[in-house]
């Protein structure tokens, strides 16, 4: 089986007024009910998982609702305080149905609504054949190398240089044993879900990510996020 997951547990609110961002509107809808479409568009995920603050959970199946997104493929569950805290409680709660040793799990931000069905479809088929699959996509910036003074003392090749995106994605059973292997103080390290792993010391394949794959954090990333989603509109009309 294939499982896709969302992790919106945050409840945090950078980008001001009284809601967790992943609520915010983009352009009169809610951004995380961009990236539930997006995976829902998927037909290949059996069922999609979302991690969301207990508090929000009754919030979320309203504007599901109200967007007229089914609840068929949906399960939601309790997000944790930290990130690893709410990437196990959805996999606890995957690893409930999920019965294959080749079953796999898409995990990906809340709050990337520009995710393709080509890197989903590209990040299950990677985490099948490698068991460990993130996007990514090129650094574009210069990248310094930094002494403890602050002065630059060394230029890493741009080229081996890639910024990671979501989904972090994996064959289920790799994942749970993982991160039911952690210690205390590496749990405090992670930051990423593919940390995870990348702790245990599995090799980690990456797929081709998507600049346009972006996460939505501040209020200039809105606005972008709004220019992304206008040109998204115009090309429709037009190809239509």
């Not at 399960?75 to 990130?83: A, H």
């Amino acid at each position: 089986m294939n499982f896709g997951a969302i992790l919106a547990g945050g409840v945090g609110a950078r980008m001001g007024g009284n809601i967790p961002k992943q609520f915010i509107e983009l352009m009169g809808k809610p951004i995380i009910v961009y990236t539930i479409e997006k995976m829902l568009e998927v037909k290949e995920f059996d069922f999609l998982y979302i991690g969301i603050h207990p508090d929000y959970k009754e919030y979320l199946k309203e504007l599901l609702n109200t967007y007229g997104v089914s609840l068929e493929k949906i399960v939601i569950v309790n997000g944790g305080k930290e990130r690893i805290d709410s990437v196990e409680n959805v996999l606890n709660a995957i690893c409930e149905r999920s019965t294959n040793e080749d079953d796999v799990v898409v995990m990906h931000d809340g709050v990337r609504p520009f995710v393709s069905s080509e890197i989903l479809l590209g990040s299950i088929k990677a985490a099948r054949n490698f068991g460990v699959c993130v996007a990514v996509v090129p650094a574009v910036d210069t990248m310094y190398m930094l002494d403890e003074d602050g002065f630059i003392n060394g230029f890493p090749d741009r080229k081996t240089i890639f910024n990671g995106q979501a989904p972090d994605s994996f064959k289920v059973k790799l994942l749970k044993e993982a991160i039911d292997s952690l210690t205390k103080e590496e749990r405090k390290t992670i930051t990423g879900t593919v940390q995870i792993c990348a702790a245990k010391g599995y090799p980690i394949k990456t797929i081709k990510g998507d600049y346009k794959n972006m996460k939505i954090t501040t209020t200039n990333d809105l606005a972008i996020a709004e220019s992304i989603l206008k040109t998204e509109r115009i090309n429709e009309s037009v190809c239509s």
